[in-house]
């Protein structure tokens, strides 16, 4: 599992420190950025179609999304470059690959360099396509803060006269081992070694389905599923199938599906719609499907998958209207993972769960280098119904930035989501920013006769199955998502508690808490769900970052798994500053610090005297005034405890007068 963990107030207008996790369906807010974006990326691609490298129609293609201007390095697998420390100012790019390195099509398993790893100094959006005439498919490509170690697998049979079905493993971190097992738990791959990250693994199987197929590693891993023509929909033509799995622990138990296919169109493939597949991670796994006011309930068990479900009426009816009854929802007790297949030319997309909204995104279509039969692009969006007036839309071409308005649409299954669609041409090189306080999903489609693709654009990864949260002291009381590398944007003091709200989905035999590392004694269950109290004094004297850790020992595991998160504590000082009742010009003046509680020696002074800051290990300070002064202290224990700045105050010299002297006897 990763560390778990929480997201933090991130540092852009839109990221509101807001009511942290969602319950069923209520319209809560996130403080999260799209796991799409960050500054280190891993991708590779498979056999499209039994097609040579070396085909001049194939092209295997990467989009920048850069809003930052920044320096861009993409290394192939064999220590050559696609980019080498090349700068690229805002806007969207399409970088063609050397298929030759980047591309494998052997028809067999086995380590190889065909990958890329894509790192900047600015976070970016990577997106990556794997595009043939008639067979195309594209992916978000994840960053490495949005990876994992454990894996479920969503894929489809592939047609039997196109052979070949891929596992994609990349192993970022050296020393990485790990295994495939089939849905019944049978290892297929066992200990796998990667011994570098420009050594990838690709698990090649003839024919079949690899949906319930798992991934364990012992390091957080990228992994790609591939089907080399696939054939996910009934009426729908075997198509290229190509998407980076998210890990399991991003999966949720709520889904808000719709039709992304065009609506009674006849430039498509008429028998071409929409269908979902859904995949439990537990045994015993009741999901419920509603359609409109109509429920029915699907049970399966650990990697198990549904059959096909369509929506009803879907060739006919259009979810961009108001009362729509195509949207589908899927609810569960227990986490699962749903696939959307995008019906008329078909393509895959791991689907996000509404507990990964997110308030911030950047995203493009995918307009590809060179020829495509791509016709136009959408963007498809989901909101709650109450935040259409804060939804914020960017669009930026050739520098220009305009505001957009999205016209949302609402449905009768579930009335507290809306969406909205916006088209754009085949080759609108377009950069798109959302943000929305209260949360969205994104998703970004291209469509053309014969191939489309799917990905999502705006989606978070936040550790839905085992996670805390603390209860910050806002007002509204917020509880926030932690992360070992994030600091809280408010501290606690030692008089605080802390409360901390933990969940753990999957089957555990014993929890503990500890503080810095060391065991703290608090009231504990074997419950999914519990709250505890550590008082914040637990945390020491000293000031600044500490840790606290949940230590959970799975059933059947032989040692805990532990989850660490930073908090900071601030006991300030009590300080304030005097200066004389008057003071001369060009004369020395003393200002004096008094630090009434927190005084822990040695104490460290910091003077701001009309801007200049200047620290003295006493608590005077001397300075020779010639006009009106600003000035205020703050104050620094030996705790590192900090108190704030004094308020700003100011004071004027006043001229030395020398008065007249009238001697006796002399002229006047």
Aim: aromatic share 10%; proline share 6%.
């Amino acid at each position: 599992m990763k560390l778990l963990t929480a997201y933090c107030l991130l540092p852009t207008a839109y990221r509101l420190l807001l009511t942290a996790y969602c319950l069923l369906f209520a319209a809560t807010g996130y403080s999260q950025t799209s796991a799409t974006e960050g500054t280190e990326f891993y991708v590779a691609f498979t056999n499209n179609y039994l097609t040579a490298a070396t085909h001049t129609g194939l092209a295997c293609q990467v989009r920048y999304v850069v809003t930052e201007g920044c320096y861009i390095t993409a290394q192939y697998g064999d220590g050559t470059y696609l980019d080498n420390n090349v700068y690229y100012a805002p806007g969207v790019y399409t970088r063609n690959t050397d298929k030759t390195k980047s591309y494998y099509s052997q028809a067999a398993s086995g380590t190889a360099t065909q990958m890329i790893r894509i790192t900047s100094t600015k976070n970016i959006g990577v997106f990556a396509l794997n595009m043939l005439s008639n067979t195309t498919d594209a992916t978000t490509v994840l960053p490495v803060t949005a990876l994992g170690n454990e894996y479920t697998i969503l894929s489809h049979s592939n047609l039997n006269i196109v052979p070949g079905l891929y596992i994609v493993v990349i192993a970022p971190t050296s020393g990485t081992t790990f295994t495939i097992r089939q849905p019944n738990g049978t290892a297929v791959l066992s200990n796998q070694s990667i011994t570098a990250y420009n050594r990838p693994y690709f698990y090649y199987m003839a024919t079949g389905d690899f949906t319930g197929y798992t991934v364990e590693s012992n390091h957080n891993v990228a992994v790609f599923s591939t089907v080399t023509c696939g054939t996910p929909a009934p009426g729908g033509a075997c198509d290229h199938n190509y998407e980076q799995m998210w890990p399991v622990n991003t999966a949720g138990k709520n889904y808000l599906l719709w039709s992304m296919s065009p609506v009674n169109s006849t430039t498509f493939n008429p028998e071409g719609y929409d269908s979902y597949k859904i995949v439990a991670l537990e045994n015993s796994t009741t999901v419920t499907k509603k359609v409109g006011a109509a429920s029915t309930a699907i049970v399966l068990n650990k990697n198990q998958a549904s059959p096909l479900t369509y929506t009803p009426g879907e060739r006919t009816d259009n979810p961009y209207v108001n009362n729509s009854t195509g949207m589908v929802e899927f609810t569960s007790d227990k986490p699962f993972i749903v696939e959307h297949i995008l019906g008329f030319a078909p393509c895959i997309k791991w689907i996000a769960p509404i507990e990964q909204r997110v308030t911030t995104a950047m995203l493009t279509p995918f307009v590809p280098a060179g020829s495509s039969v791509i016709a136009f692009h959408r963007l498809h969006v989901m909101i709650p119904v109450g935040a259409v007036s804060n939804m914020v839309m960017k669009e930026t071409r050739g520098g220009v930035t305009t505001n957009e308005t999205l016209t949302f649409y609402t449905n009768t299954t579930n009335p507290n989501y809306v969406i909205a669609y916006k088209q754009y041409t085949a080759n609108d090189n377009v950069l798109i920013e959302l943000a929305n306080p209260a949360g969205f999903i994104a998703y970004m489609v291209g469509y053309g006769q014969a191939e489309s693709y799917i990905f999502t654009a705006g989606a978070g990864a936040l550790n839905l199955q085992v996670y805390y949260t603390i209860t910050t002291k806002t007002t509204p009381l917020n509880d926030v998502y932690y992360t070992e590398t994030e600091a809280p944007t408010h501290t606690f003091v030692s008089s605080d508690n802390i409360t901390l709200k933990r969940t753990i989905e999957k089957p555990f035999t014993q929890v503990r808490w500890l503080v810095n590392g060391a065991s703290y004694t608090v009231t504990e269950n074997t419950n999914t769900s519990n709250t505890v109290t550590i008082p914040a004094s637990a945390l020491g004297a000293v000031c600044g970052s500490h840790t606290i850790s949940m230590s959970v020992r799975y059933s059947g595991a032989t040692a805990d798994s532990v989850y660490t998160g930073t908090i900071w504590l601030n006991n300030p000082p009590t300080v304030s500053v005097a200066v004389p009742s008057t003071v001369c010009v060009n004369s020395p003046t003393t200002f004096t610090a008094t630090v009434s509680s927190g005084l822990v020696s040695p104490m460290t002074y910091i003077w701001d005297i009309n801007g200049t800051t200047t620290t003295t290990a006493t608590n005077t300070y001397i300075a020779t005034l010639t006009t009106t002064t600003t000035y205020s202290v703050s104050v620094k224990n030996a705790n590192g405890c900090t108190s704030p700045a004094t308020a700003p105050q100011t004071i004027t010299p006043v001229p030395l007068v020398v008065p007249a002297v009238n001697i006796s006897g002399a002229p006047n």
